[in-house]
Each structure stands twice: as C-alpha cells, then as structure tokens.
C-alpha cells in the first residue's frame, strides 16, 4: 500500500515502513509482557469507541443536516473537443489504392500526416496540454486528405473552453503544418487546410474495427441500411459509410424509409458533402420519421459523400433504408439557361429532391415586348441553422437585386420589363428543398382581367380589396381604401370592421382602433373590450363573456377554481393549459398522464404546396361512410374505441342514421378511392348529446363507440383532448381537416383537405353570427372569406398545436352560412365546454 505526499510543487511517492520480527524476538519474556499490557490497552480503548458511538447513536441530539453532495468542481466532467476538415497535399499522384483503409499506400501517407498533425499540435503551447491524436479518415482526387484531431479537456480546465475557436485550430494548422510537412519522410505540400467543431461522436477511424463502410456508386440503385434493419438498430450506435463514384459525376441518396428517434440531439442521420463530418461541409442534419410521400432526397456536389448514424436515446427506432446511385453531375451549365415561352415553369435542381451544394444557376425569362413577366413561387424552402432571412448571406433566389431566403408560404414577383433575371445560389453547406415556380407574360395595362392587381404582382378577388386583410402579403389592396359605413378608418388609412374597435387586438397596425378604448381607473378590461368593474376579478365568477377576468388570477399554491386545472389528488394548478404540456405541474404527475396523443408521428413539411394534406398528416382524421353515400361526415379519433363527431351527422329525426350497423369508418385514410393502411371499423354505439338542440345546433357533439379496437400506426393516432380550462385565444392559428366539398355547392374532395383559420374573438363571432352563438360554439375562419370549412366536413376536427408540440382539439365542424363567404366563418362545437361529459360518457 502506498501514500502519496506533495513536496516543493512535485509529487513523491512514500511508502509506509514494514519490519519483520525473527522468532527470537517473538518469543523473548520482555515481549510476552508487551503483549499482555498491549492487549488491556487495547481493550481499553474498544471500550472507549462503544462508549462514543453508543452516545453519538442514542443520546447526542439529531441535526437535520442535508447529505453533502458534491463539490462545484466535482459536478463537472471532463470535455472531449474534435475538429475534423481536408488538406489538399498538392506534390503527389492519386493511387485507387489511397481509398483502400487497409492498403499499405493508405497506411503510410495516413501515417505521415497523423505525425505531421500531431508535431503541429505539440508544438503550440496551448493546444499540446490537451492534444489527444490525430486521424486521417479517408482520400479523394486531388490529393485530398480527410483527417480529425481530438482534444481532451480536464474538469478543472473547462474555464479554457471558450479559447477552443475554429479560428485558432485553423490559424495553427496553416501556420505550422507545413513546416512540420517538410521534415516528413516524403516531403508534403500541404495547402487549402481546413477544420471546424464536430460531433465527436461522428469521428471515425476506418482502420479500426468499428461500424464503417466503404462503397462505391454506380449507375445500379444500390441500398445501405442501418444496424438491425428493419427491427431496431441498437444503442450507442456510431456507423459511417463513405461513398464514392466515378469522377465527373455525383450521387443521389433516397431514403424510402426513415424512422430515426424524434430528438435531434440525440440521434440523427447527418450526410456530408465531404469524406469529413465537417460542419462547413454538411449537407443536411435529420430525425424523426418520415412518410413515403415526402422522403429524404439530397445529392452531392461531386463524387464522394458521407452518411452519419448516431443515436444516443433509450428508444431505438427501425432506422433507415437508402437508395444510392450515380447521376450527371449539377454545374452552371446544366441549370438554368433563356426561358422565352409566354408561359412555363422552373425549379431549383433536382426539386423536390434536396439541390446540391456550391452551386449557381441563372434563368432568362423573356416574353414579348410590351408584356411584364410575372413569377409566382408555389414551394420556397431554402432554410439554413441560424440564418439571418433578411440578409440571406448562404443559400438564395435573387430577383431584381433582392435576395429571398428561408421558407415562405407565398412568393410573387413582377418586372419592370420584358425581362427577368432569376439567380439562384447554394454554398457549400446545408441544403434544402428549394423551389419551384411558375411564370407567365402580362399584359400591363390589364394585368388582372376583372381582379385586382397586388403590387406584389398576384392577382386577387375585387371583394378582398379594403376590407381590412392583407390579401395582397404587401398591403397594396389595404391602402387608399373609402371606407364603408361599417368600417372604420384607421389614422394610416387603413378601412377595418368596426366591431373589431376596442377588442384588445391592433387591427390596424398602428394601434388607433384601439386608442379611445381605455376603461375608467377603477374597471378592468375584458379580452373582448369591455370594462368590470376591477372587484370582480379573480373573484372564481365568469364576469367576462370571455372568461378573461379569470384566466390568468394568480391564486394560493392548490386553490381550485372552475379556471383552475385540477389534479387527481383533489389539488388544483393555477396555470394556463397545464394539461399534456410536458411539465409535471400536478405533485401526482396527473396532469401528464394519459398524453401519448396529439403527435404526428411522421415528420412533415410546414409547407408543402396547395391544400391537399399530407399522407399522416392529420392521423385523428376519420372518414364516416353511410350506406352506399360514400363519404358523409368527419370524425377524431379520442381512443382506440372511441370516435368523437357531430350530433347533426346522425339525424335523431331518421333512424337510419343512428343505426350503428349503417355505417363504416375509415381511420388512416388519405385518398377516398385508396384503401392502402387504412383500417376499417363498424360502430357499435351511437351517443348524441342529450342536450342537443336540432334548430339552433347547440350541444352539437356526438360520441362514437367502435365494433373493434383500432391499431395505432404512423398514420392513425388520436388527438389530445383539452381540459375545461384550457384557453384557445382569440388569433391562435389552428387546422381544420376533412374531405368537404372544395366550394359551395361543389361535389366532395378525393384527397384529404386541409386549411389554416384563426380563432375569432367571441365577441366579434357574436356580431356576424346575428347573436346566435352559444357558449358551447367557437367561430373559426377568415372573416374576408376564401377560407373555411364546408359540407362534408361536419363532425370533423379544428385542432391546434400548443408550444409543447401537442396537438388538441378545439372544436367540432358544426355549422355556417354557405362556406367561406364575407363575415360568415365557419361555428365549432367548443371541445372545453363540453369536455366533462365526454369524459364521463367514454372515460377519455
């Protein structure tokens, strides 16, 4: 055993000194007595030691002392830091062989420059006390050599990691590697260094004995599939694959599956455009799981690529299937070029497939003199990590010297002349989607025949101009407006409802609407505008017609109120939509249970062009078959045996309709006419509100009770039902769903529909309903029109998504005047008011 003592700034070892006695000096009479005395002293003190610790045990007084847990610097860990790029070694002839990990060219050339990285590092007095070692991964054409260095960082040294910068690692690379290149054993010139920040899970040696693949592409579609494919792949997975093809030509990677654990922190499928996980040379980082109507595409720029999987999550998932294969390479020339048709459309390369990095393409587009031209975007994802869109300094489409970046629902340009330059460019790092778009010649002087013309170069309906939304995404049709007698003016001249003055919301923009709608110092003012008298809030009554005396009162930690969520315990949260939030507010976790729901288990884009939904999209959505009618009413799928509709579906006055044996739904349905994933379940039971009313649609809900439970799937899941206090605001974006008729009077949709709406103000929703809402109702839509649910979505969902991710449903599709008219939006059954008796009719 050894002891260790600090001395004069150096460690030295001591150890302790061990005498061994002969057996003459065992036996000696004088030590005989030294036993005897040492064996009373000895019990002496045993005694002595019972005697306190019976004291400290039983008699000295208890301090309620807290555990001493661990010091600051002991919480700490140590830190591993990798930065990974290429060099290009510009005095050496490519071999074939250089790709091989296991060949003797592979191991020397990689030999060499590991040392020379490593005399680099050691040579710096910061980077050597933390250096690890250095790895080259891989070479390319050129020759270009792939290579990452590991940096360990003690815990007592992590106040050293903010002077861990790209720009130091680089500035030592260029600085001192190529003097270390020329006392090599082959003298390397060495340029074009580059390193960034890496994942140093994605560091990978491919000469040891890990999860690495190297693969060649070619013109046959070949396929890669993640460890334990298609069941789970396991934890801690780390696997690469490296992916070459012939030189002058690039590779295009499908995914036709992809289910990767949904936290991208976690685990990911990372691809570079590069040997490297170099940051700088990334193309696109993924999770989640996608459907097959929107896989992952991405194409390289040149011949090589590299594909990532890390996972780090205690769920596994299935992993991914992808499909590679050799295409023509993108270059300048093979993009672009003089577009002289009247009419047509173009895309950014290889749409919808991810474009390629580093690259610029141009389009002429020419039409005859005396005409304009005018683009119109129907898709625009150009999105980047941490990219300024007003600035656009990576990935853009310029037009008429402005750059658009990011990702934008609508895009409309027009010229100032015959002609348009449309410039599109990519950087050397991440891509996306891109674009596609239309165009067409204009006539000037009547760019709209009968609509009017947007300054943005759209063309929109004569009845949307000045009144009071921003059709035109630029305010063109808002603007010089006379006001109707039922607007009101805004001091930016701007025509508004007047029902929408003093509501609380700054419709006009400039805050005028609002400005003459103070309460007296001693009221307070309701969400919908009105004043109460400032006793009556927070008093636990509805003095609002709104409910907003009530719903943000900062009430005694437990006091339960009707705005109060309320635990199973008995004890109450007083906090807004507490409710599957993600956050355990109740002290019994109650408030999470039941939550697996409201999730989409495929991934989708926010924008995927036009209204069709997209296959898993809206997996709650149900479509109800009566008889031989086809497709009748919607309904949300609230369990695996319970549906939830509209009253009015089932027609109490026809028994026929509330025949459970006359209907059959269909629950993962996307196309009417495609049955593929769809399951199909008779009813059981039927159960109308006993409160319904037929002439005035209140208490417009119905419950439906399943012949057979339903199997959860990517594409059939439920949707979280709200608590009686959850609050959806007035403005709050919400979806509604169904295969209704695409217009008044049409004939029904055969692809899911889907459409966003707001929320309207209660007040307002009172107003243009002529007083005949209910406390049970909730208005939806656009009051300008143009949006809105119709027939055949009755019975369906309006649901909208909260901060945690969830989505609930806030409403069922009840009624309205005709669809999507001027000032009628469409009137929900409001989930919240009538949420206990679906709780205690299904036990959901």
Not at 281 to 307: D, F, H, W, Y
Request: aromatic share 10%.
């Amino acid at each position: 055993m050894g002891s260790v003592a600090y001395d004069n700034g150096n460690y030295r070892e001591r150890h302790e000194q061990v005498t061994f006695l002969t057996n003459k000096e065992k036996m000696s009479p004088k030590r005989k007595t030294g036993v005897v005395v040492g064996v009373l002293l000895a019990l002496l003190v045993l005694a002595i030691v019972a005697g306190v610790l019976i004291w400290l045990f039983l008699f000295k007084p208890k301090e309620n002392k807290q555990p001493e847990g661990p010091t600051a610097s002991q919480q700490r860990s140590a830190t591993t830091l990798v930065y990974s790029g290429h060099m290009e070694l510009s005095n050496l002839k490519y071999s074939q062989a250089l790709e091989d990990p296991t060949s003797s060219e592979f191991k020397n050339l990689a030999d060499d420059i590991e040392e020379i990285l490593e005399a680099t590092y050691k040579n710096d007095p910061f980077f050597t006390k933390y250096y690890n070692k250095s790895v080259v991964s891989a070479f390319s054409e050129g020759v270009m050599a792939y290579h990452w260095t590991q940096f360990d960082v003690p815990a007592a040294d992590l106040e050293q990691l903010p002077r861990f910068t790209q720009e130091r690692v680089i500035q030592v690379l260029r600085s001192g590697i190529r003097r270390e290149g020329k006392r090599s054993a082959q003298v390397l010139i060495i340029k074009d260094i580059t390193a960034s920040a890496t994942d140093p899970r994605m560091a990978r040696n491919p000469r040891a004995k890990e999860c690495f693949f190297k693969l060649e592409a070619n013109a046959q579609v070949q396929t890669i599939e993640s460890p334990g494919y298609p069941k789970r792949y396991p934890p801690k997975t780390r696997c690469q694959w490296q992916i070459r093809a012939p030189p002058n030509t690039a590779i295009h990677m499908k995914f036709p599956f992809f289910h990767v654990e949904d936290d991208c922190s976690n685990d990911f499928v990372y691809i570079h455009d590069s040997l490297s996980p170099d940051e700088s040379q990334a193309v696109t980082k993924q999770c989640g799981q996608r459907p097959p109507s929107n896989p992952l595409e991405v194409v390289s720029s040149s011949n090589i690529m590299l594909v990532n999987l890390i996972s780090d999550s205690e769920i596994q998932r299935p992993g991914f299937k992808g499909e590679y294969t050799v295409i023509p390479i993108s270059t300048a020339k093979s993009c672009g070029g003089l577009l002289s048709a009247k009419s047509g459309n173009f895309s950014s390369p290889h749409f919808p497939s991810f474009y390629p990095p580093a690259l610029d393409c141009n389009w002429t587009i020419q039409v005859p003199a005396g005409q304009k031209v005018r683009v119109k975007f129907t898709m625009f994802r150009m999105k980047e990590p941490d990219v300024d869109v007003r600035v656009c300094n990576k990935d853009y489409v310029e037009v008429m010297g402005k750059k658009y970046c990011g990702e934008r629902s609508s895009l409309a340009l027009s010229s100032d002349t015959n002609t348009m330059l449309v410039k599109f460019h990519s950087d050397e790092s991440y891509t996306d989607k891109g674009f596609m778009a239309v165009y067409n010649a204009y006539d000037p002087k009547n760019p709209c025949p009968d609509k009017f013309a947007c300054a943005s170069g759209i063309c929109i309906s004569m009845e949307l101009k000045c009144d009071g939304w921003n059709d035109c995404g630029d305010m063109s049709d808002e603007r010089q407006c006379s006001c109707d007698a039922d607007q009101f003016s805004c001091a930016n001249g701007m025509c508004k409802p007047r029902y929408w003055v003093c509501d609380r919301v700054n419709d006009c923009g400039d805050g005028s609407d609002e400005a003459q709608c103070s309460c007296e110092g001693n009221e307070w003012k309701c969400e919908d505008g009105s004043c109460i008298s400032q006793d009556l809030v927070c008093n636990g009554k509805n003095d609002c017609s709104d409910g907003s005396d009530e719903s943000s009162c900062s009430q005694p930690s437990g006091t339960c109120t009707d705005f109060t969520f309320k635990c199973q315990s008995g004890t109450c949260v007083n906090k807004a939509n507490a409710e599957c939030n993600r956050e355990k507010d109740c002290a019994d976790g109650s408030d999470e249970l039941n939550c697996d729901c409201g999730v989409r288990p495929y991934k989708h884009n926010r924008i995927v062009g036009g209204q069709n939904a997209d296959i898993g999209e809206w997996p709650w959505q149900v479509s109800l078959h009566f008889l031989t009618s086809g497709h009748v009413c919607g309904a949300s799928i609230i369990s695996k045996t319970w549906l939830l509709s509209a009253a009015h579906c089932f027609q109490p006055g026809n028994p026929d309709y509330h025949d459970p044996q006359n209907w059959q739904t269909y629950s993962g349905m996307h196309d009417q006419f495609t049955q593929d994933g769809v399951q199909m379940r008779k009813l059981k039971t039927i159960i109308n509100s006993p409160d319904y009313n037929q002439m005035t649609f209140d208490y417009d809900i119905a419950l439906l009770e399943l012949a057979e439970p339903l199997e959860f799937t990517n594409t059939i899941h439920p949707i979280c039902l709200p608590d009686r206090t959850h609050v959806f605001p007035p403005g709050l974006p919400c979806w509604v769903t169904g295969w209704g008729t695409l217009r008044e009077g049409g004939r029904t949709a055969r692809i899911l529909q889907k459409a966003e709406v707001k929320i309207i103000n209660d007040t307002v929703c009172n107003v243009v309903t002529e007083g005949q809402v209910t406390s049970r109702m909730l208005c939806s839509g656009f009051l300008a029109g143009g949006v809105d649910a119709c027939q055949g979505d009755s019975g369906g969902p309006l649901v909208c998504r909260e901060e945690s991710g969830k989505w609930f449903q806030a409403g069922i599709v009840s009624w309205g005047e005709g669809c999507a008219r001027r000032n009628k939006p469409g009137v929900y059954s409001r989930v919240t008011k009538l949420r206990d008796w679906i709780r205690a009719t299904t036990g959901v």
